[in-house]
C-alpha cells in the first residue's frame, strides 16, 4: 500500500508523508441519535485519502489513482456537515427522493463535494511541480456514476475535467455529447496520452464498446477535449 511506502521516504526533502489525524473511537456525547461516526470523519478522512494520492503523486510512487468519497448506496448523513440541513437521512436515501426539500438537500450535498474537489485541485495547483505546477501535470476527472439518483438515470450525466495542460486539455469548454457515451470519453483520454485502440477495439480479448447483449455501446474518440 502507498501509505506503508512513505514510511521508507521519511527525510526525504521533497517528499514526506501526510500527517493523519487521530481516528474517532466513539460519537461524542451529547450528539443526535443515531448519529455515526462515518459521518463525523467524512470530511477529515476523504482529505487524508485525497492528500495521500497526492503525497504518492509528489513522491512518484504512483502515476493513476482512482477515488471515491463514498460507495454508490452510501448512508452518509449530512446533518452533521451541512448548516440547517434538517435531517439525518442518508444520502442514498435523500436521491431517491423526489419533493423539493430533498432536491435541494441533495443540491447541498452537490456543492459540498464540489467544494471538496476545489480544495484537492486549489492543493495540487499550490504544489510546484516541474516548470509549473501538478495540477498542469494531473489529468483530473470527476464525475458520478449516474447522473440523478432516483431513476438511476445516466443520460445527460455531467463529466468535468480539470488540470491536463500537459496532455492538451482544452479548458473552459462546454461539450454537449448528444447521446455518445462514456466510452468515447475514454477513448479520447487514451489518444491524448499516446494510446490507440486496437483496429478490433480490444484489450486483453474484450471488445471495450461490445455491450452485453451485443450492441455497440461506443463510437470512438470525441474531438474537441485535447489539442
Known amino acids: 500500500m502507498v501509505e506503508t511506502q512513505f514510511t521508507a521516504l521519511n527525510g526525504h526533502a521533497a517528499c514526506m508523508a501526510p500527517t493523519l489525524a487521530p481516528p474517532l473511537t466513539a460519537v461524542p456525547a451529547g450528539s443526535p441519535a443515531g448519529l455515526r461516526i462515518d459521518a463525523l470523519e467524512h470530511t477529515v478522512v476523504s482529505q487524508e485519502q485525497l492528500n495521500i494520492i497526492k503525497v504518492g503523486f509528489q513522491c512518484d510512487l504512483i502515476r493513476a489513482a482512482t477515488f471515491t468519497y463514498a460507495h454508490g448506496n452510501s448512508d452518509i448523513q449530512f446533518d ?16 431517491h427522493a423526489t419533493d423539493a426539500a430533498s432536491v435541494d438537500r441533495l443540491a ?15 492543493d495540487l495547483k499550490n504544489t510546484p511541480e516541474g516548470t509549473g505546477n501538478m495540477l498542469d501535470n494531473t489529468f483530473v476527472v470527476f464525475f458520478s456514476e449516474v447522473a440523478l439518483g432516483a431513476g438511476h438515470g445516466w443520460t445527460k450525466m ?70
Not at 80 to 95: A, C, E, K, R
Not at 112 to 120: G, K, L, Q, S
Open 158 to 227: 455531467p463529466v468535468t475535467f480539470f488540470g491536463g495542460k500537459s496532455v492538451g486539455l482544452q479548458a473552459g469548454r462546454n461539450l454537449m455529447m448528444s447521446g455518445r457515451y462514456l466510452n468515447d470519453i475514454w477513448a479520447s483520454v487514451l489518444l491524448a496520452f499516446g494510446l490507440t485502440l486496437p483496429s478490433d477495439n480490444k484489450f486483453g480479448g474484450n471488445n471495450v464498446w461490445k455491450g452485453v447483449t451485443g450492441p455497440r455501446i461506443g463510437e470512438g474518440a470525441v474531438s474537441g477535449i485535447f489539442a
Open 80 to 95: 452533521p456537515l451541512l448548516p440547517n440541513f434538517g435531517t439525518m437521512t442518508g444520502h442514498h436515501d435523500i436521491s
Open 108 to 122: 447541498a450535498i452537490d456543492q459540498f463535494y464540489c467544494a471538496r474537489v476545489a480544495e484537492f485541485l486549489t
